[in-house]
């Protein structure tokens, strides 16, 4: 039994937390990739998957993309070398892509939100970001159509099969 790791099972998966109103809430362009920069009782607390970003967005902030209103609990053990639970984090891109960023995000109505916190298969944490366009009314309720006619098809077809 020496020699072999445990795997936590609160970290199955690599998925930490998902912005699960963001594709209800939005139109979602494009995805991309960032890596964030965090703190070690950041990383202890995300490893326990303690966080949400459900209200969050990224932002352009002296010509970087920030996380805004992100919030990763506080570490227990972490006394007073924790961190602040809804600081503002410096997400990692490649320049070309910071570039781009900063020009869609010029556009009116357009905005950067968080789509999912994970971590890597190297153990790196990384943030899947779309750039997305607010949704009308009626866009919703098409939504919510789409959604539950897939789900009433999907029984149907269980009822014939069974």
Do not use: C
């Amino acid at each position: 039994m020496a020699g072999k790791k445990k795997s936590s099972a609160k970290t199955t998966g690599n998925n930490i937390a998902f912005n699960r109103k963001a594709r209800y809430e939005y139109t979602i362009e494009e995805e991309f990739e960032a890596g964030i920069v965090l703190t070690g009782t950041e990383v202890k607390s995300l490893r326990e998957s303690k966080a949400n970003i459900a209200d969050a967005y990224a932002g352009p902030k002296d010509g970087e993309i920030w996380l805004i209103n992100a919030y990763i609990a506080e570490y227990g053990p972490g006394n007073r070398f924790n961190h602040e639970a809804r600081r503002p984090r410096k997400l990692l891109l490649h320049k070309k892509q910071v570039l781009k960023l900063l020009g869609r995000l010029k556009v009116k109505g357009v905005t950067l939100i968080p789509l999912s916190f994970y971590f890597n298969s190297r153990g790196l944490a990384k943030m899947k970001l779309g750039i997305a366009v607010g949704k009308k009314v009626y866009e919703k309720r098409d939504t919510i159509k789409q959604r539950d006619w897939q789900r009433d098809k999907a029984r149907i077809m269980r009822g014939k099969n069974g």
